[in-house]
């Protein structure tokens, strides 16, 4: 008889492994999946059966184990497989071809949402404010458009958690930029994603729901208290080594104090992003003001963080849910989605 759960928890540990010559060094905060635990003792109050497995790579046994268990639906939290995140979108295309409903974004959206120039495209075609930003390839050297003004801002182009961006990823002059493009060259082995650098507000705008998604609350980074000479951005170490002066001077400030004019440009623009890109139940949609006040999508992220201590908890609180109601409505969602898709019909 074939062994039957209600769901499945799928994670996997973050990397350990340093790429060479990278400032950007590995912190106990950015290796530990506080949400795992959490998230399984919520869908065991909630009346799940949950099975937590942990996915290094993808095997046969695993494959096997997955189709044995017959879960309802899987709480994917897997970002990447054997330490390559590029491979986020494949798992999920596993559990696709497995027949397994799952929360979150689908495979498209994943991987569409790791190429931060595609989806300044894709944003720019709905009609969605973007950045004015272009890629500088491995082998070409930077030269900014004549209409392009300082300072700008340079990073990888297919990078998530702040990967590559540090101290001196704001250029005010040109070879600063090349300085910095050849940083991510060398050390990330990827194209540059070089942008206008926009000195505003910085918000992060949680979103829940798939037909219908809403925003949860607005959060903006207060950078008041970085020092004089840090750049005003969330950079990696501000978001990942607790010891450091950025992490301590990036705090987030929720909900963020917005005019209701302004509030409603941010919640249509984060609704918006999110259909355009595809995400689904949950996803967080960075955005910056320019001097005039103007609203720019950033990055759409289709798998934020979702430890109880995470920006996308904080939101939830903030508009009034708890940490086990977001996550029971991420888990309905699936299993609503699971439901709809009809067993398939053969002629033979």
């Known amino acids: 008889m074939t062994e039957t759960c209600d769901c499945v ?12 010559g990278s400032r950007e060094k590995i912190y106990p905060a950015n290796t530990a999946r506080r949400e795992v635990g959490a998230i399984a003792e919520i869908l065991e109050r909630g009346g799940y059966r949950p099975e937590v497995i942990a996915v290094e790579r993808v095997t046969a046994e695993l494959i096997r184990r997955l189709l044995g268990l017959a879960p309802r639906f899987a709480f994917n939290l897997c970002e990447e497989i054997d330490g390559d995140g590029r491979m986020e979108m494949a798992f999920a295309g596993l559990l696709e071809l497995l027949g397994i409903p799952f929360t979150g974004s689908d495979s498209f959206a994943l991987g569409l949402a790791l190429d931060k120039f595609r989806v300044k495209q894709v944003l720019g075609a709905e009609g969605i404010p973007v950045p004015r930003g272009f890629l500088c390839r491995p082998g070409e050297e930077p030269g900014l458009p004549a209409d392009m003004k300082f300072p700008v801002i340079v990073k990888p182009g297919r990078e998530d958690a702040s990967l590559g961006v540090n101290g001196d990823s704001v250029c005010s002059t040109e070879s600063e930029v090349v300085r910095q493009v050849r940083y991510i060259h060398g050390v990330y082995r990827q194209e540059a994603l070089i942008e206008e650098f926009l000195r505003g507000r910085e918000f992060n705008v949680s979103v829940i729901g798939e037909e219908t998604p809403e925003v949860l609350a607005i ?13 005003k951005i969330v950079s990696y170490r501000a978001k990942w080594d607790e010891t450091s002066a950025q992490f ?13 004019g302004m509030k409603e440009r941010i919640d249509s623009i984060a609704v918006a992003s999110c259909r355009a890109v595809g995400c689904r139940d949950y996803a967080r949609v960075d955005m910056r003001t320019d001097g005039t006040g103007a609203v720019y999508v950033l990055e759409v992220n289709p798998n934020p963080d979702l430890s109880p201590e995470a920006g996308f908890a904080r939101a939830a609180r903030a508009a009034g849910f708890s940490y086990a109601d977001i996550i029971l409505r991420i888990s309905e969602s699936a299993i609503a989605r699971g439901d709809r898709i009809e067993p398939a019909t053969y002629a033979f």
């Open 248 to 260: 301590g001077a990036t705090t987030p400030i929720c909900p963020a104090d917005v005019p209701e």
């Open 9 to 20: 928890v799928l994670y996997n540990s973050a990397a350990t492994a340093e790429k060479a």
């Open 219 to 231: 959060s903006e980074i207060d950078f008041t208290r970085l020092p004089a000479d840090e750049p």
